[in-house]
C-alpha cells in the first residue's frame, strides 16, 4: 500500500523559494511514476510536474517551467518539488500522487491516472 503525506507548504512572499516534500510511507517508489498537482479556490486541480518510474524523465506545466524542478530520491523515499521565484498565482494546495506502472520512461499529467493521493500541502504568496 501507498502512503503518502506532503510537508513544506506555508506563507512566503513573491520570489521566495519552497521545496514540498511528498513522503511514501507504504511500498517503495520503485514500481511506481509521480506527480505534483494543485488546486486553487474556485478551480479546478491541475497537473503541475510529473517524473517517470525511472526517474529519468520529468514534465513540467509550461507556466512553471525555470522555477519548479521535480525530483526524488529513491532511498528516502521521496519526491520533491523545489519551487523558486514563486508567485502570488501559485497559490494553492499541492498534492502529490503515485501510479503503479511498468513503463520506465512514461510520464503522466492527467489526475485521473494516479491511484494514490496525498492530503495535500497549503502554498501561499503573498504580493
Known amino acids: 500500500q501507498v502512503q503518502l503525506v506532503e510537508s513544506g507548504g506555508g506563507l512566503v512572499q513573491a520570489g521566495d523559494s519552497l521545496r514540498l516534500s511528498c513522503v511514501n510511507s507504504g511500498r517503495p517508489f520503485t514500481t511506481y511514476a509521480q506527480g505534483w498537482f494543485r488546486q486553487a479556490p474556485g478551480k479546478e486541480r491541475e497537473f503541475v510536474a510529473a517524473?517517470?518510474?525511472?526517474?529519468?524523465?520529468?514534465e513540467t506545466k509550461d507556466s512553471v517551467k525555470g522555477r519548479f524542478t521535480i525530483s526524488r530520491d529513491v532511498a528516502k523515499n521521496t519526491m520533491y518539488l523545489e519551487m523558486n521565484r514563486l508567485k502570488p498565482e501559485d497559490t494553492a494546495v499541492y498534492y502529490c500522487a503515485a501510479k503503479n506502472t511498468f513503463s520506465g520512461a512514461q510520464t503522466y499529467y492527467t489526475s485521473n491516472d494516479y491511484q494514490y493521493w496525498g492530503q495535500g500541502t497549503q502554498v501561499t504568496v503573498s504580493s
Open positions: 517524473i517517470s518510474l525511472s526517474g529519468l524523465n520529468t
